[in-house]
């Protein structure tokens, strides 16, 4: 009745302070005291009902000894009419089964539905936090929590105390759950404490709020574990049976002394029989606390020192505070090296890789890409849907030539947008450790979310032609620039080293990329047209003229010649002084001769046809001139010797004419018939007989 009545005024003084200050740690702490109240009310049915079956059996012998008919009939029938026997038997059999199924459920459903809800409160997309907040409410949270944590250890101790007689051992359940309620006060003493002594701070009480419910579930499956066990465990005749509420972890919280006998009797308990009366287990009997007290020892020594690697700086805190590493010069990073501070949970190290570069990824593709798929604009290559950048649209008219100043930017005139998809690296070095751990919750996030902004600012300033060319290469500095003002307008204290698009394509759907790509095709093609006929121009005059400087200079040269006449002519026409005449006369030939050195200077076809036009010209007036020499002589020898001349000039004739005809000689005088005989074998003769007929 005692422990009954102080777990219920402990669960109420808790309901009340929860109300009060609206804490979900506190909240989900009285839900935790509310679940010791089935387990003391079936104790104090099992002992009233142990009272009453006693007076019954004392009633009963009282009645046998003085009436002997009475005591035949208890003989015969006693079991029949011993109610308070027969009442206790039930209990024993399912009333503490029933309330450690109960007590089981309640914890293990009340546990997660109370982490979950605390979880969504204080983490979730929508926090609410706590409504503590002022060292006044801390102080008030402390002294409840001792008055709670005191009345629930001393009365756990005294009842533990009791479960030494063999009769009261049942209660071993009740002590325990106390004991676990004045361990959840304990760690509500220490969160209020945080919170009196660093000006409302609510650190503890967030990961506490998480924690109670997470010991009701634990404590919750245990009890169902130990259900099932039991089921299943051989009973010996005589023994106190241990119900599945009886908590073996918060049984040593009541007994911290005798671990090694708690363990022992657990094991006995399952198996049946006396196992640990081994030599082995009285060993671990006697050794297990002083093995545990030294790890425990050994943990809080490692956890007080902090190794930090040669690319690393670390962070230490101390109740959810930074402790500084020089507070005069204002820094708080630790290098590299052993350094010590309060043990856990009281003070933590995080560790950051300074010395390091880190790498985000900014853009479309914010999924991994397919293992063994080609990455190309045509097919899909991500294992989740790729989101598109809006960029603006190409110019309608393209090049110079059309009157485009520049193809970067965005051609007002053009109505419309574009998308694009594009993979945006962007690495940087924490520089400012201080300030990175101090800008945000997650400055990496922050870091990409920055970075997201910035590349859709400039994607959205840009066309997607020059995106997709040469634009790709320039932007890579200007995310850079951005990216790095912005991060220092938020102060995160890091440097950004590189960005690249590592990869951009237009959509993927409705055949668009393959639209691009057509696109891009023809203007390589074009281009490539345009450079063949620059080769094939050079070539063109290299051939002519040797290079195509030189060509270029001789056709300068001959267009200035052109001019200096046209100029000339037009002077003449409107009657210029003979001066100004005679001049633009000095420099036409001046630039004659320029061009005629020009053309005597190249190495190519323009030169070897003046070369061969003036060997033409040479050869056609010597031969001329030697023929006209030689007219003059033959007419000097006409002058002197005229028949001569001309028999001569007539055999001359003759004899170059006959010379490669075969002759006959025939005699005029004979005056026989004339027969020539030809012989038709001499395939010469042959021929030349037909060609004269």
């Not at 007994?255 to 022992?264: D, F, L, Y």
């Not at 020192?305 to 109740?319: K, L, N, S, W």
């Not at 902004?453 to 932007?475: E, K, M």
Request: net charge neutral; charged share 20%.
């Amino acid at each position: 009745m005692v422990g009954l009545a102080v777990q219920l005024i402990l669960s109420l003084a808790m309901l009340v302070v929860g109300l009060w200050a609206q804490s979900p740690a506190l909240t989900a702490a009285t839900w935790h005291l509310f679940g010791g109240m089935p387990i003391w009310i079936i104790l104090l049915l099992i002992y009233n009902q142990h009272r009453l079956e006693r007076i019954e059996a004392l009633e009963t012998e009282q009645l046998a000894r003085t009436d002997t008919e009475a005591a035949a009939i208890f003989d015969e029938h006693g079991i029949d009419l011993q109610l308070a026997r027969r009442r206790l038997d039930r209990l024993y059999s399912w009333g503490l089964n029933a309330v450690s199924v109960l007590v089981a459920i309640y914890l293990l459903a009340i546990g997660l539905w109370r982490f979950l809800a605390n979880y969504q409160a204080l983490y979730g997309d929508a926090p609410t936090g706590s409504a503590i907040g002022d060292r006044a409410r801390g102080g008030v949270l402390v002294c409840v929590a001792v008055a709670v944590a005191m009345t629930a250890f001393l009365v756990a101790r005294y009842v533990s105390g009791m479960t030494r007689v063999r009769e009261w051992q049942l209660l071993r359940g009740g002590a325990a759950y106390l004991m676990g309620n004045a361990a959840v006060a304990v760690l509500v003493i220490v969160a209020s404490g945080v919170m009196v002594l660093f000006d409302g701070s609510d650190a503890v009480f967030k990961p506490l709020a998480l924690a109670v419910p997470a010991i009701m579930a634990l404590i919750g499956f245990e009890c169902s574990v130990a259900f099932l066990l039991g089921a299943y465990r051989p009973r010996r005749p005589g023994e106190v049976p241990r119900p599945a509420f009886d908590s073996r972890v918060l049984g040593f919280l009541t007994s911290p002394e005798s671990i090694g006998r708690i363990i022992s009797e657990t094991i006995s308990y399952q198996f049946g029989f006396e196992i640990s009366r081994s030599w082995f287990y009285r060993l671990l009997g006697k050794a297990i606390t002083p093995m545990i007290a030294f790890g425990l020892f050994m943990l809080v020594l490692i956890s007080s020192a902090v190794v930090v690697g040669p690319h690393e700086q670390a962070i230490i805190t101390r109740f959810g505070r930074i402790v500084p590493y020089d507070e005069p010069a204002g820094r708080v990073a630790f290098g590299p090296g052993l350094h010590l501070k309060l043990p856990w949970p009281i003070s933590r190290a995080e560790k950051y890789a300074v010395g390091r570069i880190h790498q985000v990824s900014v853009g479309s593709i914010t999924t991994k890409l397919k293992p063994g798929v080609a990455i190309l604009w045509t097919n899909p290559h991500t294992e989740g849907p790729e989101q598109y950048l809006v960029t603006a649209p190409a110019p309608l008219r393209y090049g110079r030539e059309a009157g485009a100043a520049d193809d970067n930017s965005a051609d007002a005139s053009t109505p419309g947008m574009s998308l694009v998809a594009a993979e945006v690296i962007t690495q940087y070095r924490v520089s400012e450790l201080g300030k990175y751990v101090n800008s945000a919750q997650d400055p990496q996030a922050m870091l990409t979310a920055l970075a997201d902004r910035c590349v859709s600012a400039y994607f959205v300033a840009q066309n997607i032609d020059a995106l997709l060319t040469r634009g790709r290469l320039d932007a890579g500095d200007a995310l850079k620039q951005q990216i790095q003002a912005a991060a220092d307008a938020m102060g995160l204290g890091i440097e950004i080293v590189f960005v690249g698009i590592t990869g951009i394509h237009p959509p993927q759907q409705s055949e668009v990329a393959a639209a691009f790509q057509e696109q891009i095709g023809a203007l390589q093609e074009r281009q490539s047209m345009i450079e063949r006929a620059q080769q094939t121009a050079i070539e063109t005059l290299a051939a002519v003229a040797g290079s195509r400087d030189q060509a270029l200079a001789t056709r300068n040269a001959i267009a200035r010649l052109d001019q200096l006449k046209v100029e000339l002519e037009r002077r003449r026409a409107a009657g210029d002084e003979p001066e100004a005449l005679a001049q633009l006369t000095r420099q036409i030939d001046e630039q004659t001769a320029e061009v005629e050195r020009l053309l005597m200077a190249a190495q190519g076809e323009a030169a070897i046809a003046i070369y061969d036009a003036r060997a033409y010209r040479w050869k056609i007036a010597i031969t001329e001139r030697a023929q006209a020499e030689r007219f003059k002589s033959e007419l000097l020898a006409y002058d002197r010797a005229p028949d001569y001349y001309r028999s001569r000039q007539y055999l001359n004739t003759l004899a170059e004419g006959l010379k490669d005809a075969r002759k006959i000689i025939v005699n005029t005088d004979d005056e026989r018939p004339r027969v020539i005989r030809l012989d038709l074998t001499d395939a010469a003769s042959s021929l030349e007989f037909l060609e004269g007929q």
